[in-house]
């Protein structure tokens, strides 16, 4: 049985359970975005905080004037941004290192830990998205309507956590349009920075901020589903499903397998003998 390879740089991929992909995701063709608050990450699901500068109050009453301006910011950063974002976060192949991952280990489908984590200690899927064809639906679909803003671009990881520029008070003042130009300026700190424990997860996310906070986002993928990777671990009896559900929604099935120690592609048949390894023994 020859191995799949896929193209490096194509795809993102996008780790999860049995029961979300084929409970939901298959069969819907549709991406469910997460409330940027659920993130596992706690520099993500904690409230935002900003440093304000200015050349000091003259008294009492700027003080009070200040602090309630400074109050205001906070809250539409929180209330009107922060709690509106939705996030969907794939992962996408890293680049080969000398001195770090090399084929096939920086492949996104060949990442030990998240088949462990995300997609169910290997008996869950990875579910392979064209780069192109799914930004394209991203950018096309959720605009308008419930959506004010979308960004997208690879994540930043940062050893010193999540930097904001210094907010000066007199700018705030003097602008009304400040507040949505410096969420554009500063998106990438504020939903892009993650800290150096998730690196190797090398995640490229997409963002939509909801005109309201009590919005549910999703967007339809259509053609862009190219494989469903079954993780070595699958059960025989399963085999069937997955390659049906798989076909159905116009994917080719692939199972992902350890061999001699290195992970590969091969496709998944209905019924066939294929040895599997230690999962572990990477």
């Not at 130009?181 to 998106?187: K, P």
Request: overall charge negative; hydrophobic content about 40%.
């Amino acid at each position: 049985m020859p191995p799949i390879r896929l193209d490096p740089g194509r795809y993102f991929f996008h780790y999860t359970t049995r029961e979300a992909a084929f409970g939901g995701i298959l069969p819907s063709r549709r991406l469910r975005l997460s409330p940027y608050g659920a993130m596992r990450d706690p520099l993500e699901n904690q409230q935002w905080r900003f440093t304000f500068s200015g050349r000091g109050a003259s008294d009492d009453a700027a003080v009070i004037r200040d602090a309630a301006e400074q109050d205001e910011f906070e809250r539409r950063a929180n209330e009107e941004t922060r709690a509106r974002s939705h996030l969907l976060s794939l992962t996408i192949d890293a680049d080969p290192q000398d001195d770090g991952e090399r084929p096939p280990f920086c492949f996104g489908w060949a990442r030990a830990r998240m088949w462990e984590q995300y997609a169910e200690r290997y008996r869950g899927v990875c579910l392979v998205f064209d780069k192109a064809r799914l930004t394209q639906r991203f950018t096309e679909a959720l605009p308008g309507g419930t959506v004010t803003r979308i960004y997208h671009r690879p994540v930043i990881y940062d050893g010193a956590g999540m930097r904001k520029p210094i907010i000066e008070v007199d700018a705030v003042r003097s602008d009304p349009d400040f507040f949505d130009g410096y969420v554009e300026a500063n998106h990438g700190a504020l939903f892009f920075t993650k800290i150096l424990d998730w690196q190797t997860e090398h995640e490229y996310r997409f963002v939509a901020i909801a005109a309201a906070d009590d919005s549910s986002l999703s967007i339809d993928y259509s053609d862009a589903l190219k494989w469903v990777i079954a993780g070595n671990q699958l059960a025989d009896w399963e085999r069937p499903a997955v390659v049906g559900a798989s076909r159905q929604a116009g994917a080719r099935p692939l199972l992902m397998r350890w061999d001699r120690w290195r992970p590969g592609l091969v496709e998944l048949a209905e019924h066939q003998e294929i040895p599997v390894g230690d999962p572990d023994a990477a």
